[in-house]
C-alpha cells in the first residue's frame, strides 16, 4: 500500500456511460494528479490540483472532467468516452505542487468499449 | 515529439548481474531527472533522482549516471535481483520555469533466475 489508493481497480465502460474514478490520500499531500497511461506510449500529465485548486491546464477532452472536493480526495469524472481513452489511469499526490516526490496509486485500469 | 526516450524497450539479465538501463534526452535545459520502476499492477515508484549540477549519484544498489554533453541518462543496477524485474522509465523537468515532468516510455527489465 502506497498511501494513495485508486478506486475502482478495474473499470469497464460503454461509450454512453457516466462513471467516475476516485483517488483518495492520507499523506497530508497538498497537491494531486491524475495522469494517463496508455500501452506504448509514455505517461501523460493530465490535471494537477494544489490545495484543491487547478493549477495547470493541459490539453484534455472536456469528456475528462476532474473533481477535488478536498486536499485528500481527488476524482475523474468520465463521459461520453472513445475506445482510445482505455487505459491506465493513475492518480499522484505529492507534498507540494512543484515537488517531484510524487506517490503514485496503482491505477484504474479502463477499457472503454 | 517526445524529448525523453530509451534505447532499448526490453532487457534480459542473469540474476547476480548488473542491470545498465539508458535514457536520452534532447533538451539541454533540463534540470532534474528521476527515474521511476513500475511493477506489474502497480504504479511508478521513485528509485533515485539526479539534478543537472551532478554527474553521479548512488543509492542503494542503484547508480544514475548523467552525461550532459551527450545528454544521457543511466540507470545501473547492482546484483540484479528476481524482484528488480519490472519497467523503468525516466522523467525529466524541463527547467525554464516548467514544473512539468516528461516520461519516457519504458524499458521492460527481466531477471533470469
Known amino acids: 500500500e502506497t498511501g494513495v489508493t485508486q478506486t475502482p481497480r478495474h473499470l469497464v465502460m460503454g461509450m454512453t456511460n457516466k462513471k467516475s474514478l476516485k483517488c483518495e490520500q492520507h499523506l497530508g499531500h497538498n497537491a494531486m494528479y491524475w495522469y494517463k497511461q496508455s500501452a506504448k506510449k509514455p505517461l501523460e500529465l493530465m490535471f494537477v490540483?494544489?490545495?484543491?485548486?487547478?493549477?495547470e491546464n493541459n490539453s484534455v477532452p472536456s469528456r475528462f472532467s476532474p473533481e477535488c472536493p478536498n486536499s485528500s480526495h481527488l476524482f475523474l469524472h468520465l463521459h461520453t468516452l472513445q475506445p482510445e481513452d482505455s487505459a491506465l489511469y493513475l492518480c499522484?499526490?505529492?507534498?507540494?505542487?512543484?515537488?517531484?516526490?510524487?506517490?503514485f496509486g496503482s491505477g484504474t485500469r479502463l477499457t472503454v468499449v | 515529439g517526445e524529448s525523453v526516450g530509451l534505447h532499448l524497450p526490453t532487457l534480459s539479465v542473469q540474476e547476480g548481474d548488473n542491470s545498465i538501463i539508458n535514457c536520452a534526452y534532447s533538451?539541454?535545459?533540463?534540470?532534474?531527472f528521476i527515474w521511476y520502476k513500475q511493477e506489474s499492477g502497480k504504479g511508478p515508484q521513485f528509485i533515485i533522482d539526479i539534478r543537472s549540477n551532478m554527474d553521479k549519484r548512488q543509492g542503494q544498489r542503484v547508480t544514475v549516471l548523467l552525461n550532459k554533453t551527450v545528454k544521457h541518462l543511466s540507470l545501473q543496477i547492482a546484483a540484479t535481483q528476481p524482484g528488480d524485474s519490472a519497467v523503468y522509465f525516466c522523467?525529466?523537468?524541463?527547467?525554464?520555469?516548467?514544473?512539468?515532468?516528461?516520461f519516457g516510455k519504458g524499458t521492460k527489465l527481466s531477471v533470469i533466475p
Open positions: 499522484a499526490s505529492s507534498q507540494e505542487y512543484r515537488d517531484y516526490g510524487y506517490t
Open positions: 533538451n539541454s535545459a533540463s534540470d532534474y
Open positions: 522523467a525529466e523537468n524541463r527547467g525554464a520555469g516548467s514544473y512539468q515532468l516528461t
Open positions: 490540483y494544489s490545495l484543491e485548486e487547478r493549477v
